[in-house]
């Protein structure tokens, strides 16, 4: 327990001094986008951080690690590359100008309050499997339940890969311009990614659960997955698009909201 804790410690406060670099950064450049990509890159960080502490890089340590490096790699890089691409977020600028106008609070104030304060903590229980699943070593191969999350989590993977792709192939297309992606991934589910995600944690979650503490993680994919369907994830993105998309009502009528299922199904 105690080196439990004192892992989780360490975790918390490099995530804590990794946030205050990142705020600052922010507040220099009076842009907060970045965040975005770090929600992928930090938790790579803490799970890079667990497996020092560690000690032997046993198969479940192993799993859990090379698994969300993969995944936060190339989410963080996919949304860095969007940042610089397409500038800063309005939903940040729209939420900080608000804040800045309602409340009276500088730039400063509103980012560290309202992005980085709050996503810090997020992001340290999102990424609870990844920790308490490494916190004692397991020397024992993996087995049918870790075996199932690997490939729940690969799977995951690919269809967040995968639906990213189609969605930056279907964007680059100037006649695609107002138009609703509803072809490829996007035919089974309107959000292939944010489920992709989900696939991601729930297997990490099953990784760590053979190992010691890795049971008491479960509080992670579940907060991911009320993230992604109820309220900064599909949300969002729903809201935006049923205002700035005629079609969207039809392709919302025909399509599942989450999980993958034929056009037309009762999936929602």
Not at 112 to 125: G, I, K, R, Y
Not at 141 to 149: S, T
Not at 155 to 171: A, I, M
């Amino acid at each position: 327990m105690i080196a439990l804790m004192q892992m989780l410690a360490v975790n918390a406060a490099v995530l804590a001094a990794c946030f205050l670099v990142l705020w600052l950064l922010g507040v220099a450049i009076r842009d907060v986008t970045f965040v975005d990509a770090w929600w992928g890159l930090g938790i790579v960080v803490l799970a890079v951080a667990s497996f020092v502490q560690g000690g032997a890089p046993t198969p479940h340590r192993l799993a859990l690690t090379n698994l969300s490096a993969a995944w936060g790699l190339r989410l963080g890089a996919y949304l860095l590359w969007r940042w610089r691409t397409d500038g800063p977020d309005r939903r940040y600028r729209t939420m900080l100008g608000k804040a800045q106008a309602e409340r009276g609070w500088g730039f400063a104030t509103s980012s560290l309050l309202l992005v980085f304060a709050l996503q810090a903590p997020l992001q340290f229980v999102v990424a609870l499997p990844v920790q308490l699943g490494q916190a004692i070593a397991t020397p024992a191969p993996l087995g049918p339940i870790a075996l199932a999350g690997v490939t729940l989590a690969v799977v995951g993977l690919l269809f967040e890969t995968v639906g990213d792709f189609q969605l930056v192939r279907f964007r680059a297309d100037p006649a695609n311009q107002g138009k609703v992606l509803d072809t490829g991934l996007w035919r089974f589910t309107r959000h292939p990614n944010y489920f992709g995600d989900a696939c991601v944690w729930w297997g990490l979650f099953l990784v760590a659960a053979e190992t010691p503490w890795g049971a008491w993680s479960l509080p992670g994919p579940i907060l991911i997955t009320f993230l992604l369907t109820r309220f900064s994830g599909v949300p969002t993105v729903e809201g935006r698009m049923r205002r700035t998309r005629p079609e969207y009502e039809a392709y919302v009528a025909r399509t599942s909201g989450f999980i993958p299922w034929p056009p037309g199904g009762s999936s929602r």
